[in-house]
């Protein structure tokens, strides 16, 4: 089996993800989101911070950034995550 696996989980018996992946315009928008969620989600673990560089791209500019919450409890609410991330220009990455 291959080290690497797909960013969103299909969660217990397929109900919900195990992460959520929140997609922003940049860097700093990431990092605001990812500070955010402690407080307003009680995100204990760390947010994955991911460089998405668009297909074709060299210009650091050009690139999307990932967060990405961990939510083994599945208790985090994708429609909450989602309304965080569009105050950042954002979306909730869904399948």
Do not use: C, K, S
């Amino acid at each position: 089996m291959a080290d690497n696996g797909p960013v969103i989980d299909g969660g217990l018996n397929g109900v919900r993800p195990l992460r959520h992946v929140l997609v922003l315009p940049d860097r700093d928008a990431a990092e605001e989101v990812a500070e955010a969620l402690p407080e307003r989600f009680g995100v204990a673990e760390e947010p994955q911070l991911v460089r998405d560089a668009l297909a074709g791209e060299d210009d650091a500019e050009d690139a999307q950034w990932l967060v990405v919450v961990e939510d083994p409890g599945t208790r985090l609410d994708p429609a909450a995550l989602d309304a965080l991330a569009e105050e950042y220009e954002g979306w909730l990455e869904t399948d």
